[in-house]
């Protein structure tokens, strides 16, 4: 990870994931897509238990309602953070709402777009120049929180 600060929120630092929810929620843009499938399917290997919305709930009426369940039950929001998710509503909701439930944040840079404000003294995985070590970062930062 970049040196910034540990990227969960303040208040809850041992939250985790409930018995019958996710490790991990990822949130993506539409544009990021086969990157967010290439860390679904390296977490499941893992043995990690991932929520990624594949089935495009953000373009049908299950969004708000099935994003929150998901988000409620996860123990970690993974943010693929780039210029695509910088503009996507529901990306900026889905860490908002993370942030604001003390879930914990783990940023993750696909290009050279700053983290936002609220998240710029985090840790972030750097997926910027190499997947292996953005996601070496990703599989540590999940193993410590």
Not at 14 to 36: R, Y
């Amino acid at each position: 990870m970049e040196d910034r600060r540990q990227g969960k929120a303040p208040g809850n630092p041992e939250k985790g994931k409930t018995p019958e929810g996710w490790d991990a929620f990822v949130s993506h843009s539409s544009a990021d897509d086969d990157l967010a499938t290439r860390l679904e399917q390296e977490l499941q290997g893992m043995g990690l238990n991932i929520w990624v919305d594949h089935s495009d709930l953000r373009r049908r009426g299950l969004l708000l309602s099935a994003l929150q369940e998901a988000l409620l039950r996860c123990g970690h929001l993974v943010l693929l953070w780039s210029q695509a998710a910088e503009q996507s509503r529901y990306v900026t909701a889905e860490w908002n709402f993370a942030w604001n439930r003390e879930i914990s944040i783990l940023p993750c840079r696909l290009d050279q777009t700053l983290l936002p404000l609220g998240l710029a003294g985090y840790l972030y995985c750097d997926f910027r120049r190499d997947f292996k070590a953005g996601f070496s970062q990703l599989k540590e930062a999940l193993r410590e929180g």
